[in-house]
Each structure stands twice: as structure tokens, then as C-alpha cells.
């Protein structure tokens, strides 16, 4: 099955302890909205391949392990999965045919760490923790974040495979490109978030962006604010997506505002998504997708098109969910 049938067709809803109202397709109906308030430990992520990364934040949560160290261990997933054609290894390498890798963390003090433009690193969103954790700094790209990795230990890998070098040579001698396309296979982000024993916040977000971009594009997920916002008072926000539609409307830092005053995750995202479609002329093709938790242990999420799911783990539940959508493709 492609992925695009898979995110169209794929797990559909779980088992509901509150509703909520929203709209799809024009119409407002009801879907389930998870509460987790005491079920926590609890960690979120985007698509599908979030199911194998909450697997390894849950032996970090599981363990009365820190959310901070659950969204580090489980993202690392991801980008170590050589299969995987939109994290780290593996990756679809932009129009020059190097793989770059954007990647944030941010912890539940409103400390984060964030690298972009960073090249031959399997696992960036490591390097964004060292940023965090043992610099002044909050961001570093492109040559200084290698030289920052290589002086931290980090290994130098190639991080084209013989797969995604031969995607990229295709693309090469298509029409294809005189514009990269955006679709549901070209956006693959991973953002996840966590709530640890405590009831601390985490989250994370990385991936090597737009496949065949221009040479030095960054988009949102390196972005405190736009691909990730966490604050521990309220709950934390990620996205995926087109991240230049993203980074205009500070996307995940207004998820969390909007549940600030009060709204749920799910309303959170929508309002978030409506505003996205509201700021761009022309959205065909433009999908986004936010997925959010706020303190009390509800999630939810949301995007411009059908075909955006995430994963879901706790204590009483491990889901595959298909958020709620505006439009159809």
C-alpha cells in the first residue's frame, strides 16, 4: 500500500472519554478527544512512523523516565530508519542532492536547543539537546553546527542512501523540477511530545524538510515557535507540513496561546489550521497538520487536507489516530 492510500485509508479514531465539536469537510461534527489526565505518562507524534517512536519514548516514560529524555530517545528512531524518506538517514537530499537536517528540542523550563542546515549527522535532534544543554546558544547552522557536532563526538555519516540518491536522479531529469511538489508524501516531519510522570512537558520535532529544495532552505522545524512550542504551564504544540505556511503564523506557539485561553487541543489546532488557510491565497496542495497536548493530558489534532494522522501512548492506550481535516485532496 503507498503511503499516500495509507494516510487516506489508515486507523481510524479511538475510544473517547470527552467530545468536542469541530469542523470538517464545512460540517461540525463530533470526534473523540483522548484525556489522559490520569493515565499519564503519555507521548504523541506525527504519522504513522510516530508508532515505532513512542515505543522507544515509552521505555524512557514507562521507567518514571523524563519527558525530555522520552522525545530525544524516540525521534532518534526515526531519524536512524534508513526506510524513512523525510528524517535524517535517508532522507530526500534537496535540488543539489545533500541531505540537510533540521531539528528542535524543548524542554519544560522553557529551555531548547535547535540545529538547521546541518549535514552528514544521523541524529540531529542530539545535537540540538548539546545546543541546549552545554551552549549559551539556542540555534547553530550549517558548517558551525558540524563542527559543533564533530567536537561533541558525533559520528560523520553520509546520510544519502543508494535508494534516495536514485529518487533524486530521477527527479533530476523530470519536469518535476522547475517546482518541488508538497503533497502528503513530501512532508513527513516528525514532531512528538510528551508528558512524563510528573506531568512535565516535553517535545521535539526533526526532519531533512522539503525534498528537493533549494540549496540552504530551512523551514519550521528547527523553529522554537513554528515546527515546536512547549510551555509547561499551558501544554506544548508541534507541526508538520509545509513549514513555510507554518513559520507565518508562528503555528504551534498560537496552538498553545489559543489553549492558554482556553480552547482544547483539538479546537487548539483547528483555529491554527483555519488561520492558515485564511493567510494564503492559494492553498491547493498546501497541507499542514498540528498535533497538541495541553496540562491536563488531552490531545488532539488537526490539518488542512485529509491523510494526517499521529500515534498515541499511555498507560490505557496505543492508537494510530486520523485527525480531523478541512478539506478533502
Known amino acids: 500500500m503507498s503511503r499516500r492510500k495509507f494516510l487516506k485509508t489508515g486507523a481510524l479514531g479511538i475510544g473517547a472519554l470527552?467530545?468536542?465539536?469541530?469542523?470538517?469537510?464545512?460540517?461540525?461534527?463530533?470526534?473523540?478527544?483522548f484525556n489522559a489526565t490520569k493515565g499519564k505518562p503519555i507521548v504523541i507524534s506525527t504519522w504513522n512512523h510516530g508508532t515505532a517512536a513512542n515505543k522507544a519514548a515509552w521505555k524512557v516514560l514507562n521507567t518514571g523516565g523524563t519527558a525530555l529524555d522520552a522525545v530525544e530517545k524516540g525521534v532518534r528512531v526515526t531519524e536512524s530508519d534508513a526506510t524513512n524518506r523525510s528524517v535524517g538517514l535517508g532522507g530526500l537530499p534537496d535540488r543539489e542532492g545533500k541531505v540537510t537536517?533540521?531539528?528542535?528540542?524543548?524542554?519544560?523550563?522553557?529551555?531548547?536547543?535547535?540545529?538547521?542546515?546541518l549535514q552528514d549527522i544521523e541524529n540531529p535532534i542530539s545535537v540540538?539537546?548539546?545546543?541546549?544543554?552545554?551552549?549559551p546558544h539556542v540555534m547553530l547552522v550549517g558548517k558551525g553546527a558540524f563542527q559543533f557536532a564533530m567536537a561533541q563526538g558525533f559520528p560523520k555519516r553520509d546520510l544519502l542512501t543508494p535508494e534516495a540518491k536514485k529518487a533524486w536522479l530521477k527527479w533530476k531529469e523530470s519536469e518535476e523540477q522547475k517546482k518541488p511538489e508538497v503533497n502528503s508524501e513530501n512532508h513527513d516531519t516528525i514532531g512528538m511530545l510528551a508528558m512524563d510522570e510528573d506531568g512535565n512537558i516535553s517535545g521535539a520535532c526533526t526532519t531533512s524538510g522539503w525534498a528537493y529544495k533549494l540549496h540552504g532552505r530551512v523551514g519550521d522545524s528547527p523553529l522554537i515557535g513554528a515546527g515546536l512550542f512547549v510551555d509547561n504551564e499551558v501544554?506544548?504544540?508541534?507541526?508538520?507540513?509545509?513549514?513555510?505556511?507554518?513559520?507565518r503564523i508562528a503555528g504551534s506557539h498560537t496552538v498553545v496561546e489559543l489553549m492558554r485561553h482556553g480552547k482544547s487541543p483539538d479546537e487548539a489546532c483547528q483555529i491554527a489550521v483555519e488561520r492558515i488557510i485564511k493567510k494564503h491565497k492559494?492553498?491547493?496542495g498546501l497541507q499542514v497538520g498540528f498535533l497538541a497536548i495541553n496540562k491536563q493530558g488531552e490531545v488532539g489534532g488537526y490539518s488542512v487536507y485529509a491523510g494526517f494522522n499521529y500515534?498515541?501512548?499511555?498507560?490505557?492506550?496505543?492508537k494510530l489516530k486520523d485527525a480531523a481535516y478541512k478539506m478533502e485532496w
Open 311 to 318: 500515534a498515541i501512548k499511555s498507560k490505557k492506550i496505543k
Open 101 to 117: 537536517l533540521d531539528a528542535c528540542i524543548m524542554n519544560h523550563e522553557n529551555e531548547c536547543g535547535a540545529v538547521a542546515f
Open 18 to 33: 470527552l467530545t468536542s465539536k469541530i469542523t470538517a469537510n464545512n460540517n461540525t461534527i463530533s470526534i473523540p478527544l
Open 128 to 135: 540540538a539537546r548539546k545546543v541546549m544543554e552545554d551552549t
Open 282 to 284: 492559494d492553498i491547493k
Open 235 to 247: 501544554g506544548g504544540a508541534c507541526a508538520t507540513g509545509l513549514g513555510e505556511a507554518v513559520i
